[in-house]
């Protein structure tokens, strides 16, 4: 401590190196709780580079850090060695941000050496799951090229993000109740590049869209019906406009009551 010139304590000199470790610690824990990390997983090291707009965060787990197999869940696995990885995280404010993490590869009893999954991000992805949250909330108002120029990333890598949910959520549709269907064609760009459209009229929704305008289109949409839990020979009504390609593939149905649109 050292006297003011009033009489008063002006306190004690603060190393400049201490205050500034001090200052990344305080930034660790804000990002910590940001984040959403729980232990072993951490935050190690914060960078920022105003000059780049560029914001880099370290995760690291705790020595001795023990995971579950991927799996078959087989839990308190040690590790036994780590890949670093990288994922681009949402933008802090105007910079990237990304986040970078020892990841370890666990010995299991039963299914040997297996990288272990991080709570931010799904397994193969380059980005977080909060960034492809980001992703699919703007692909469904604008198009993959536009999206991919406002977040900056080039637009093969956002259509990957687009697939990988398309697909999934694919996966878990059940067409067991599907009895009333609409069919429609439309062209990309005003040309004759065509999709066809199929519809469950009582639900409100697209079901199934199909490459091209033939008849082909209906029995693939039959296939897709049959592999969801349905059963084509049980859509009864079809609304449809009267082309040759789609009464021709009528026959891929039993029992259609074909109307017009």
Not at 203 to 221: H, L, S
């Amino acid at each position: 401590m050292r006297a003011g010139r009033h009489g008063g304590t002006m306190g004690t000199r603060i190393d400049p190196a201490l205050l500034a470790n001090w200052c990344r610690m305080r930034d660790a824990d804000l990002f910590q709780l940001a984040l959403g990390l729980v232990p072993p997983w951490m935050i190690k090291t914060v960078n920022f580079d105003a000059d780049k707009k560029r914001l880099d965060l370290e995760i690291d787990f705790k020595t001795g850090g023990r995971f579950p197999c991927p799996d078959c869940g087989t839990v308190d696995c040690p590790t036994h060695d780590t890949v670093m990885k990288t994922w681009r995280h949402l933008d802090f404010f105007q910079h990237q941000a990304f986040l970078h993490a020892r990841t370890p590869r666990i010995i299991c009893p039963k299914c040997g050496v297996r990288l272990v999954g991080v709570p931010w991000a799904r397994p193969g992805s380059g980005f977080t799951l909060l960034f492809e949250a980001l992703v699919m909330t703007l692909v469904k108002h604008m198009p993959v090229a536009a999206a991919a120029r406002l977040i900056g990333e080039h637009d093969t890598r956002i259509w990957r993000i687009v697939f990988h949910y398309v697909e999934e959520a694919l996966a878990r549709v059940d067409l067991a109740d599907l009895r009333r269907i609409c069919i429609d064609e439309t062209a990309a760009k005003r040309g004759h590049d065509y999709i066809t459209l199929f519809v469950d009229i009582d639900r409100r929704r697209v079901v199934y869209i199909a490459d091209g305008k033939d008849a082909g289109t209906v029995a693939e949409f039959a296939d897709h019906v049959d592999a969801r839990g349905g059963d084509a020979s049980r859509v009864k009504e079809v609304c449809v406009d009267m082309s040759d390609a789609f009464i021709k593939g009528k026959r891929s149905f039993n029992g259609f009551c074909f109307g017009s649109f």
